[in-house]
């Protein structure tokens, strides 16, 4: 039986916003130019963003709407979360 914290789980984390930015973000580079099928521009990523490149150090805090994007060493989204 999973782990049910009232407030902490899935249910209450933004799986549902997390899914949505997956499903624009996965697979696509990060760039300054407009969106298109290979890429997303960055300026369409929520305030709340930050970018996790493979080795980076990060905070642990937890916040609910940030949006964490993680991608590959070319540059291209792996996955996201949020917190």
């Known amino acids: 039986m999973p782990l049910v914290v009232p407030g902490v789980t899935a249910d209450n984390m933004g799986g549902d916003k997390t899914q949505e930015w997956m499903n624009k973000l996965a697979g696509k580079k990060l760039s300054e130019e407009p969106t298109s099928e290979t890429t997303f521009c960055k300026t369409e ?7 996790i490149e ?9 916040k609910e709407d940030r ?5 590959n060493e070319d540059g291209t989204v792996s996955h996201v979360t949020h917190g």
């Open 45 to 51: 990523l929520p305030k709340e963003t930050r970018v």
């Open 67 to 71: 949006l964490n994007v993680h991608v």
């Open 54 to 62: 493979p080795g980076m150090m990060v905070t642990k805090d937890f």
